[in-house]
């Protein structure tokens, strides 16, 4: 895996997103400039029993540089052999002890393993063995708020072989309700003899100036890049006074979107013109319909098309026509006449 802290910039990562961060989802983030983006967190008995999952869960888009893969389980052989199985296949490797989900933790996986610290420190080691590459562990700050299990566990990974921890800053009973608490983030980096990444509420440059208050090496950026996948793009400072030309392309990205304006009006605030969101949510759709085939695909943007117009003037007939289409010509003509309404409302 490249050395995503040899830039002077601090690196912005896509988080692992279950039932998100698909290949689709990936290459939109990485186009609009993420260092890197995780998959969704993948069981590792599916990959041991060749779960007919993996095909789409493991797969990557075209050009995709670098597969980040995560694993879940909490048994230290099976997480190993899972790992080995990976080789010359995934090109970093992220074990997941922050889940907060009650299904994964009665597993004894996720965040359940930041209570099993002996566990941890096995799992990290047995994948450590086995994998040269690239090697992080993904944490919260513990169970329950107070038991700053992450005092305990930081270390420990750091000893068994972590070569980045990152740190969602909430405990596992908070989900994702409440602030972070970026003290108990600022006191993980200070334990930590490896970068630290810092994980939770990064939506603006406020927040992530909090997150870098904490004096974490790197951020990562889950639910703010769903339907917002410029995030990175704005968060690296390349929105003011920018207009891109239809023959203009992002950096890192293999594609460009015609007439695609990007609008900085203050400095924690972002607005993206309606057309250019709409083309962006288009050219996310025909990605995720060339990756599932027409139906899946379809159902599968469903949920991030809605993350996309969430906030804006209610539109109804025109998202029920969308989201009732059956076919890809279907949703196109309505996307068209969706960004056709919207340029109208905006004049």
């Not at 890197?36 to 993948?42: F, R, S």
């Not at 990756?291 to 159902?299: N, S, V």
């Not at 289409?325 to 279907?330: D, L, V």
Request: hydrophobic share 45%.
């Amino acid at each position: 895996m490249k050395n995503i802290f040899s830039s002077p910039e601090i690196p912005m990562l896509l988080a692992p997103l279950a039932g998100y961060s698909d290949a689709p989802c990936r290459r939109l983030a990485c186009a609009f400039g993420a260092d890197a983006a995780v998959t969704e967190m993948i069981s590792a008995h599916s990959i041991i029993h060749r779960s007919k999952a993996l095909k789409t869960l493991l797969a990557g888009f075209p050009g995709e540089k670098l597969l980040y893969v995560q694993l879940f389980g909490a048994d230290p052989d099976t997480m190993a052999q899972a790992a080995e199985m990976l080789i010359g296949r995934a090109d970093a490797l992220d074990i997941n002890m922050g889940c907060p989900v009650k299904k994964v933790i009665r597993q004894g996986a996720g965040s359940a393993l930041m209570n099993t610290p002996e566990t941890a420190g096995k799992i990290i080691k047995a994948v450590r063995r086995v994998w040269g590459g690239f090697l992080s562990v993904k944490i919260r700050l513990g169970l329950v708020p107070g038991d700053e299990l992450y005092k305990t566990v930081i270390p420990l990974a750091a000893d068994c072989g972590a070569d980045m921890i990152t740190v969602h800053g909430r405990y596992q009973k908070e989900m994702f309700s409440g602030t972070v608490h970026y003290s108990e983030i600022a006191e993980a980096v200070r334990l930590s003899s490896v970068p630290v990444t810092g994980n939770g509420d990064i939506i603006d440059f406020i927040s992530l100036k909090k997150m870098l208050a904490t004096g974490c090496r790197a951020v990562m950026i889950g639910r703010g890049a769903v339907g917002s996948p410029w995030i990175f793009y704005l968060l690296k400072g390349k929105t003011a006074c920018l207009e891109l030309k239809d023959t203009e392309v992002f950096p890192h990205s293999d594609f460009a979107i015609p007439g695609l304006d990007l609008l900085y009006l203050k400095r924690n605030t972002f607005s993206l013109n309606m057309a250019a969101l709409i083309r962006v949510a288009m050219f996310h759709y025909n990605a995720s319909a060339d990756f599932y085939g027409e139906i899946k695909g379809l159902k599968e943007f469903r949920k991030h098309f809605a993350r996309y117009i969430a906030g804006f003037p209610s539109l109804r007939d025109l998202r029920m026509e969308f989201f009732n289409s059956k076919t890809r010509e279907e949703s196109l003509q309505a996307l068209h006449k969706y960004l056709a309404v919207c340029g109208e409302y905006f004049k």
